[in-house]
């Protein structure tokens, strides 16, 4: 019996920035699932890169995340020129694509500075401390 094939490098990274970027925008995987006429679990598939995604569908992919297809491939070549993606939380991400839509640049810099404030308490503080 033939070992099974592990995921090729490319293909983790790619679905992980598909990943990553759906997560920012805010999209569930089902929503995108729709957008792309599949189901929620090849979309998963995608992402973990157990199922290599074909050029006609990262076109998709890039259209449906508002994306190019250049950030999709993030990471992968370290020649090349595409701004490489945070390697954060979900929950990090979405905030990010919230806060691009503040209008206001003092509305922007106040909330900038609240999270810089929060995440100096917390870090100030012994691991497990409550208060």
């Known amino acids: ?6 995921p090729n490098e490319v293909d983790v990274t790619v679905g992980r920035n598909v990943r990553r970027i759906r997560n920012m925008i805010g999209m ?3 929503t995108l699932g729709v957008e792309l006429g599949l189901t929620f679990q090849q979309v998963q598939k995608y992402e973990k890169g157990t199922n290599r995604i074909s050029a006609s569908k990262l076109v998709a992919i890039s259209q449906a995340l508002d994306c190019s297809i250049a950030q999709l491939f993030a990471d992968v070549d370290a ?7 945070p ?4 929950a990090a991400l979405k905030l990010a694509g919230e806060f691009d839509k503040i209008s206001s640049d003092s509305q ?6 609240l999270v810089e404030s929060l995440a100096r308490q917390d870090t100030s503080r ?6």
Request: glycine share 4%; aromatic share 0%.
């Open 1 to 6: 019996m033939s070992k099974p094939k592990s």
């Open 28 to 30: 569930s995987q089902e």
């Open 79 to 85: 020649s090349s020129n595409s701004v490489p993606l």
């Open 87 to 90: 390697n954060v939380s979900a």
């Open 108 to 113: 922007r810099s106040a909330v900038a500075k």
């Open 126 to 131: 012994p691991a497990g401390a409550e208060e």
